[in-house]
């Protein structure tokens, strides 16, 4: 069984969150030692793996339950009040 090739938005996603996390981490740890930058360089590439994997793949959306349709409709009314009288205002 052949392994499904990853879509393009598998490999944007996975791309900046590897590029975009690494930055972070750096920026926010301040290590300087080979050991810190390699732990945060396979905690990126672990991180960006993670979020390729969980894009959705097209075509695999779930089936639309069928509700059954209502057997009357409702209908609201609303009372319309009775017009009033127009009142005449005395010429001063």
Do not use: D
């Not at 779930?62 to 609201?76: F, G, I, L, N």
Request: hydrophobic residues 55%.
């Amino acid at each position: 069984m052949a392994m499904p090739r990853p879509t393009a938005a598998q490999l944007a996603y996975g791309s900046c969150t590897v590029i975009l996390s690494t930055l972070a981490m750096l920026l926010l740890s301040q290590t300087s030692s080979g050991v810190g930058i390699a732990f945060i360089a396979v905690a990126a590439l672990a991180l960006g793996l993670l979020v390729a994997m969980t894009v959705p793949l097209p075509g695999k959306r779930p089936a639309a339950v069928e509700q059954p349709a209502a057997e009357e409709p409702v209908r609201a009314s609303v009372a319309v009040p009775a017009p009033e009288p127009v009142r005449e205002r005395a010429v001063s």
